[in-house]
């Protein structure tokens, strides 16, 4: 399995495991978003409360030229936010491969 095979993997798997626990609601869908074909990979909450439009993108990545790209670095929601930093994932942390494109 070649690099980025393996990155589609685990970006799959990073996405569905933290999205799992976020909290949806009759209103609020959690969406993930997979584009292999473009690398682009979303977690998003898309809905209603009460009034209010929900149009939120928890975290965005892409990989491009071998490397994963973080476009999204600050999730919206203080739950997902304090999960990401406690799982060591915060804006000025980076993992090996993985390029800030901010």
């Known amino acids: 399995m070649d690099k980025v095979t393996k990155y589609r ?3 799959k798997t990073l996405l569905t495991n933290y999205a799992k626990d976020d909290i949806s609601t009759e209103e609020v869908d959690v969406q993930l978003i997979f584009d292999t ?6 977690w998003m909450n898309v809905g209603w409360e009460h009034l209010n439009r929900v149009y939120i ?13 973080l476009a999204t670095t600050k ?5 997902s936010r304090r999960r990401f930093s406690k799982n060591g ?14």
Do not use: A, F, M, V
């Not at 993108?57 to 790209?69: A, C, E, R």
């Not at 999730?75 to 739950?79: L, S």
């Not at 994932?89 to 901010?102: A, F, K, V, W």
């Open 89 to 102: 994932c915060s804006q000025r942390r980076y993992r090996p491969g993985i390029t800030s494109s901010l």
């Open 37 to 42: 074909e473009h690398d682009h990979y979303q």
């Open 75 to 79: 999730p919206h929601r203080r739950k």
């Open 9 to 11: 993997e685990y970006i």
């Open 57 to 69: 993108t928890i975290i965005h990545l892409d990989i491009k030229n071998g490397k994963i790209y």
